[in-house]
Nanobody, 123 residues
């Protein structure tokens, strides 16, 4: 059974930084794409970033490109999201996600989700 556990959320001022972590267990982590999504109050969940199994490919939503960086440590079965130059509109619950299958479909086909971690950016 795949389990994903996020950590690292919190309250930060606009312009600040946070690093989210997601620890995965239950299968061979290094075989699969990993992604981050977020959901703000009253809005649909949206894609943020994805990274391929070996880390060679990354993909970002336009809204975070140049400010957020996704990375992974396969030895630790952990994926990270470094968030810089945070804006109030980045306030949301951030979710780590993984697909059931291997392959590269960065913004879709995710089957496993963490419980989420709250990120709040004050102005």
């Amino acid at each position: 059974q795949v389990q994903l556990v996020e950590s690292g959320g919190g309250l930060v001022q606009a312009g600040g930084s946070l690093r989210l972590s997601c620890a995965a267990s239950g299968r061979t982590f290094s075989l699969y794409t990993m992604g981050w999504f977020r959901q703000a109050p009253g809005k649909e969940r949206e894609f943020v970033a994805a990274i391929s199994w070996g880390g060679a490919r990354t993909y970002y939503a336009d809204s975070v490109k140049g400010r957020f960086t996704i990375s992974r440590d396969n030895a630790k079965s952990t994926v990270y999201l470094q968030m810089n130059s945070l804006k109030p509109e980045d306030t949301a619950v951030y979710y780590c996600a993984a697909p059931r299958d291997t392959g590269w479909t960065p913004s879709e086909k995710y089957d496993y989700w963490g419980q989420g971690t709250q990120v709040t950016v004050s102005s």
